[in-house]
């Protein structure tokens, strides 16, 4: 058999309610003032409540940057590097779908190396970035655990990746599926359709390897049944 290297360095936090745990994570980051990047309507939910919350009892200062869009710009990953840098924080929280936690990835990396998002476009980065709990509140994208954040440039018409395999893992994902139940159908059905093809991709690329077969095909299993 070829040599096979399977790594991941992300810890994931799952099962019901566990997103209450997200102060006591912060702690065990060392982190004591927080940014958290969200859309506008999960800043005014419940779900935000409970994540505020469970902050608030770990004596965590937070401030809430709102603004995220669906395919967040480069220019918006500046005004939250600059944000961050100018309130001190020392966690980033991602709390929403893809774009809200790679918008926190992209903002992460700015912070300690410098330089606007479009610097950084596939160019390995010299530090690890700051420390990023994503709190995924859709199926599909997986953000949550990869080395990667899409931003589109809109100066170039283009989708540029912040990238890299070791300095760009998100600390911790806390994976709630409570946080889940009030989405719309629709959107339940399109992003567990978006689960599955990455499922299927993982299962079919010529890189797959028994463990990810196996993570995989029970992927696919669940999803085919729910």
């Known amino acids: ?111 300690t190396n410098g330089g606007k998002c479009v610097d950084w476009d596939y160019v390995e980065l010299k530090e690890y970035m700051l420390p990023v709990i994503c709190i995924p509140t859709t199926s599909g994208t997986g953000s949550e655990v990869t080395f990667v954040a899409v931003i589109t440039d809109e100066e170039r018409k283009y989708k540029m990746s912040v990238f890299d395999p070791i300095k760009l893992r998100p600390s911790v994902a806390i994976a709630d599926p409570e946080l889940l139940t009030s989405l719309p159908p629709s959107l339940t059905a399109s992003t567990g359709i978006d689960a599955l093809t990455h499922a299927i991709e993982a299962y079919t690329c010529k890189v797959s390897q028994p463990i990810t077969d196996a993570l995989a095909l029970y992927a696919i299993d669940v999803i085919f049944k729910n």
């Open 1 to 111: 058999m070829d040599m096979r290297e399977f790594f991941h360095a992300t810890k994931v936090v799952s099962g019901a309610g566990s997103v209450k745990n997200v102060g006591q994570e912060t702690l065990a980051l060392g982190g004591k003032k927080v940014l958290i990047i969200t859309d506008g309507f999960l800043a005014a939910s419940p779900i935000m409540e409970k994540v505020t919350a469970s902050l608030k009892e770990s004596s965590i200062e937070y401030i809430v940057y709102d603004q995220v869009r669906p395919n967040p710009r480069t220019t918006d990953c500046d005004t939250t590097a600059e944000m961050a840098k100018a309130e001190g924080v020392d966690v980033i929280i991602g709390l929403g779908g893809g774009s809200s936690m790679d918008q926190a990835k992209a903002t992460a990396a700015l912070v």
